[in-house]
Structure formats: C-alpha cells, structure tokens
C-alpha cells in the first residue's frame, strides 16, 4: 500500500495509519489492481510447487498472480486489515482452491514453522507496526533456502515515498536485512506502463 489514509506514529518514522471498512473499499477502488502486483509475481520466479505467503496482501490481487503460477504448491495472504480479507474473498471466485485468506500481521504470523517457501510483501513494509519483530516472523515461517521478497513503488527518486526514517531507500532496506542476518540480497528494478518497482531479493539466514 502507498497511500496515506489516517496517520499515527510508530518506531520507524514512516507513519501507520488506520484502516478501517469504508478506507479499506476506497482502497480496493483506487489501488486493488495496481501494477506493482503484476511486476512483482512475474519477476520473482514461481514455481508450480511453491508455497508463498503474501505478507499485508491487501485485495489479494498478487496472491490471486500467484495461485495461478503455484498450482501444485499453495498461496496464503494475510492482512491485518478484516474488510481487506473480507474484500479478497469476495473478489476471489471458487476457482482458487489452493489459494486462502486470513487476518493475521507480520509481527505474528499466523502460520507454523517452516511453512511457507517463500514469503512476499508489497508496498506494506511500512505498514509493519514493527518491521524487526516482523523480519524474525519471515524467518520462522519460511523454509531453510526461503525467499524474503520485499518490493515498494519506485516513488521519489531512489526513495519509496514513505517519508524519512531507516525504510526510506533501497540501501535501507538492504541495510536492515543485513542486520537481520538474510543472506543473497540483491535488488533489481522492473517497470511497466509507466511504472516502476524496486524489488529487494534475500535468502533465509
């Protein structure tokens, strides 16, 4: 997400904001099919086997990519956001039977240990209400050789667009998932019809 609804303060300076029914289907509206989905799920290299967990999915537009990628493996999104889950649902016909929604955050993963092969989160980081409890979550639930994929809009230059703090640029980025220990951290950018995604790659630690 890279909106800015109501906005409080928390640790990273980057603002959390609530989200609530009626913010939530302004969203769905305005930002549910962005392209920042698409670039992401075509460039991060699924295989049908893989089991992806879409951290703060939102709409379920990525996850929905996914699913359709991943048919022998699963896809779970998670959004602390209830009318979010409550939208991807209804958004998502029967067809997708290895794809499930759940309310959950990034600070308490709603999944087991080792379960997921790869985990992905899309213009959300910021929206982690704490990104270093978060990044130990990411590393509990994926798999030993997991991939961490974090990707945010190529907004402001070399920035996201998300104001001042340590999840401001791409070098930030990297920088937190060095001191969190990931390892094989690259980042790459895409762009499409105008627009662009930084995309930040990293292995379990």
């Known amino acids: 997400m890279f909106v800015k609804p109501t906005q409080g303060h928390d640790d990273h300076g980057?603002?959390?904001f609530t989200w609530d029914d009626k913010t939530a289907e302004?969203?769905?509206?305005e930002y549910g099919d962005h392209i920042s989905n698409d670039l992401t799920i075509v460039n991060i290299?699924?295989?049908p086997d893989d089991l992806l967990l879409d951290i703060g999915c939102g709409t379920g537009t990525?996850?929905?990519?996914?699913a359709e990628i991943c048919t022998a493996g699963k896809v779970i999104g998670i959004d602390p956001t209830a009318a979010m889950i409550r939208i991807a649902w209804e958004e998502t016909d029967e067809n997708y039977t290895n794809l499930k929604f759940m309310v959950g955050c990034a600070e308490k993963i709603p999944l087991a240990d080792?379960?997921?092969t790869i985990a992905t989160t899309i213009n959300s980081l910021h929206h982690w209400e704490d990104y270093k409890k978060g990044l130990v979550e990411v590393v509990r639930v994926l798999r030993p050789d997991g991939s961490f994929i974090i990707v945010n809009d190529i907004v402001d230059g070399d920035t996201f667009g998300h104001g001042y703090g340590p999840l401001e640029k791409p070098v930030h980025i990297i920088s937190i998932l060095e001191q969190a220990e990931f390892i094989d951290i690259s980042l790459e950018k895409y762009n499409k019809e105008g627009?662009?995604?930084y995309l930040i790659r990293s292995k379990k630690p």
Do not use: M
């Open 14 to 16: 980057a603002g959390q």
């Open 26 to 29: 302004w969203y769905a509206a």
């Open 45 to 47: 290299g699924l295989a």
């Open 62 to 66: 990525a996850a929905r990519l996914a």
């Open 114 to 116: 080792q379960s997921v």
């Open 195 to 197: 627009a662009g995604i």
